[in-house]
């Protein structure tokens, strides 16, 4: 067997036993958020810190209750946060879990031995230090510092970001753009001048019609929004759904449309042709701040709800029906953007498609539809200028993804490969915070790449799969543990929410901001961290803004208040778009510019064969993708994925409920565990559908190891969308093994 210079090694719990609590986090969860009963916390003598939370990038703040042994308790919400008003879902409440799991990374860890026969060994955090600062200096002799790059996620990867700066690489990348949300950003930005960021500015409190397609609230736990979606039901709000699955928002639904998977820019377009066609449009609001109608009209005028029934199968009355509902609560409406949004390819295109009719319906900047956010500012700590590195990652992809307004992730695991032939190579990598075996489609094509690679290095919490890989690995402490930079987050009202630390670190784990100081020092870079604690950063910064670090401990959230009372359009206002022409482009000239298509365009994507489904993958309330398929709380909820399968198919294959089969997709590629099947009609017959981050390989994940299996290894077949580079993951087939596939 052919040996990789870089073997992927199992780190084992190395070092001493980790503190145990006296009581298990109690998880008072039920459908929906919870608040917490203070009483309980003073009776313990509880203490109290403030944090925002790290599970998902909802960031919500909250308190970190500690007992009388100074142990982490409990987790709440900060009644004063509108990302959570107060509430926490059951990711956010489970969070001290990642403080307590003993299976955490203690101590750093270097790669020795020869080929094939590799371990890793603790060594101290001088030695960790100095070999990484080595290595930097090494890469940036041979090849330049932009050899370097960084990979990140989450709120400790801005401290990297920082470093890999002042060292001369702006080749940063993370995988929330590429793999997540870049198409939409572009999308919005093309049509109204401004993409649409964190958390989304979207007045579902106060919509009378909300579409989701393809978004899955009450299971992605976008905490704010999974609230005002309650409180709009109860209000009466139409709630219209577009899946393949009869998802818990579409259980709350007055229309689940069951599209066929692949066809939604179809559906899409049909709407815009009945909305144009029967005149359901806010005439005055398209004629005041849109160009291109004339355009659009025309390039509509055939997507009839009849041509889009033979490609979508969702029938005509049906299509008519929802598309009434939208007009009828205009401009109160929104049509959903979603998060995640990278799906077949043409993804820029359907988002497109969109924001034109949140445009149509005169949604934008109106109340119940998209208000105007604002966003609080803080200085920045003084610092050195940045060296202005020679080259970054769009030289790698020289000319292509014109519209990507940030580092492509995948763009530099092609320029790490042995396939690459340009001018400007990857020859090392640094992954702070983000798992790319269980994020990076076409799993194969990432590992060759990183045996390609002279040095990685990794930093995480846990001995995530990537770790097998590094050659040095560095155990961060959790967000319970350390200083973070202050959140500020665009919402209806400016605020600013404060991270501090709970407990000190458990075992030798360190903050990241401390770890790039070291590493800056080494580097003869100290000028760029010029503090010794983290806190004197923050303290510096919210004092420049009337507050002060010791206030914030106390309130852990603060509200600025808007310089201005224009969170809607004014009645009468004639707002400026900063797009080419000023208005609000339904024919896009900027896309027209590189050669796209101008206006949306369904193109047909490939089918599965005889035998096979499409694999289509999704969320948990309980889990935020593999980051937490080890937290010992969130397990307890929901402790492995399951395949859902329709009945007509289960009956075809023979399947019972709770049989484990493995499955195979459309290019042989073979999951590692089995998965239990669900039969359910809530899944068309021609899909199938599981839970991402399950399937963890490490045998040290003593939770997670084994538990279902890992979408992420059969989805090999990657269609780019050419605008932003994104990564279209949803054209991957699966078929089923009854029996225990041999291992070749």
Known sequence: ???????????????????????????????????????????????????????CFW?????????????????????????????????????????????????????????????????????????????????????????????????????????FKAYGS?????????????????????????????????????????????????????????????????????????????????????????????????????WIHIIIKEEFFDKEYVEKNTSGFEQLKEHVKNFTPEWAYGITTIKPDLIINSAYEMAKASPSVIIHPGRHVTWYGDDTQRLRAVAILNALLGSWGRKGGFFIPEKAKLPKYPSPKF????????DVKKGEYPLASTGVTNALVDGSHPAYKGEHPIKAWFVAGTNLIATMPDLNNTVEAIN????????????????????????ECTYLERYDDIRVSQHREPNIALRMPAAKPRFDSKPGWWICKKISEQLGLGEFFKFEDYSEVLDWQLKKIG?????????????????????????????????????IELYSSVLESYGFDAMPVYKAHPEPEQGFYRLIYGRTPAHTFSRTTNNPNLMDITKENKLWVNPKVAEEWGLKNGQKIWLKNH???????????RITE?????????????????????????????????ISDIKIDKETGSTGMRSNFVTFLTEKPTRV
């Open 547 to 583: 507050s002060s670090l010791e206030e914030m401990k106390h309130l852990g959230v603060k509200k600025i208040g808007r310089k201005f009372d224009d969170l809607y359009f004014a009645e009468g206002e004639e707002p400026e778009f900063h797009t080419p022409s000023g208005k």
């Open 452 to 475: 390609n690679l002279e040095y990685l290095v990794v930093v995480d919490t846990m001995p995530a799969e990537i770790t097998g890989f590094a050659d040095i690995v560095l155990p």
């Open 682 to 714: 809530r899944i068309r017959w021609d899909s199938v559908f599981m839970v991402h981050g399950f399937g963890r390989t490490d045998k040290r994940l003593t939770n997670g190891f084994g538990s279902g299996i890992s979408d992420t290894e059969l």
């Open 59 to 163: 960031n919500c703040a909250g308190w970190v209750y500690t007992d009388k042994n100074d142990k982490i308790w409990k987790i709440i919400g900060n009644e004063d946060d509108p990302h959570s008003n107060g509430r926490f879902c059951p990711r956010g409440t489970g969070g001290v879990g990642m403080y307590t799991d003993n299976d955490r990374l203690k101590k750093p860890l270097k790669r020795v031995g020869e080929p094939g026969n590799q371990k890793f060994v603790e060594i101290s955090w001088e030695e960790a230090i100095e070999t990484i600062a080595k290595m930097m200096k090494e890469i940036k002799n041979k090849y330049g510092s932009e050899s370097f790059a960084l990979f990140k996620h989450g709120s400790s990867g801005k401290h990297f970001a920082k470093l």
């Open 170 to 270: 702006k080749n940063i990348v993370g995988p929330a753009y590429a793999q997540c949300k870049g198409p939409r950003e572009e999308a919005f930005k093309v049509t109204f001048g401004h993409p649409l960021h964190s958390p989304e500015p979207l007045d579902i409190r106060d919509t009378k019609c909300l579409v989701l397609i393809g978004s899955h609230l009450g299971e992605n736990m976008h905490n704010g929004q999974v609230q005002e979606m309650s409180d709009a039901i109860d209000k009466d709000a139409t709630i219209i759904t577009v899946d393949p699955r009869f998802s818990t928002a579409a259980s709350k639904s007055k229309y689940w449309l069951p599209i066929k998977p692949s066809t939604d820019l179809a559906l899409l377009l049909a």
């Open 387 to 394: 060296p202005k590195p020679k080259w970054t990652w769009r």
């Open 1 to 55: 067997m052919k040996t990789n210079r870089r073997d992927f090694i199992k780190i084992s719990s190395m070092g001493a036993g980790g503190i145990a609590l006296a009581t298990t986090p109690l998880l008072n969860w039920i459908p929906g958020m919870i608040k917490s009963d203070e009483k309980k916390l003073d009776d313990i003598e509880a203490k109290r810190y403030p944090n925002y939370c790290e599970v």
């Open 667 to 677: 290019m042989n590629r073979v999951s590692s565990f089995s998965i239990k099947v």
